[in-house]
């Protein structure tokens, strides 16, 4: 059976107003901007952070940015040292912000050993992951 386009948008307006209508033993939920407000806040506060980290006894930062690939929430990280080496650690792709801080810390120790900066042996707890 065909319904015509009107009356499928009619019907999907009226089950997403029964939907969110509050039920006669409900308290009134916030606002909508309330509660926006909040989930845009905690989003702002975890996608994009940069702190300060200790490295092998060096001055390092480690920062991360959430971006969109297709419609799936993603982490980018960077880990660097200033006045230590140009060298930068990056991970990418990941859903989960921790992961990808571990794959800039563990491709920064990788590449700090491949230029002769760290023994593979200090290395190890960031290559052994």
């Known amino acids: 059976m065909l319904v015509p386009l009107g009356s499928m948008r ?6 997403v107003v ?3 209508a509050p039920s006669p033993t409900q308290a009134a939920p916030s606002s909508i901007g309330d ?3 909040g989930v845009l806040g905690t989003f702002i506060e975890n996608a994009f952070k940069t702190q300060e ?4 006894d060096r001055y390092c930062t480690l920062g991360r940015r959430a971006y969109l690939h297709k419609v799936e929430l993603r982490y980018k990280a ?3 040292c200033p006045g230590w080496t140009t060298i930068k650690g990056k991970g990418s792709g990941h859903s989960n912000a921790l992961n990808s801080e571990n794959d800039a810390l563990k491709d920064f120790m990788t590449q700090a050993v491949a230029r002769g900066l760290v023994t593979r042996e200090d290395a190890a707890p960031w290559l052994d992951h």
Do not use: D, G, N, S
């Open 53 to 56: 980290i200790t490295l092998l």
């Open 10 to 15: 009619l019907v999907l307006v009226v089950a």
């Open 18 to 20: 029964m939907e969110t």
């Open 78 to 80: 960077e880990v660097t």
């Open 35 to 37: 509660i926006l407000t």
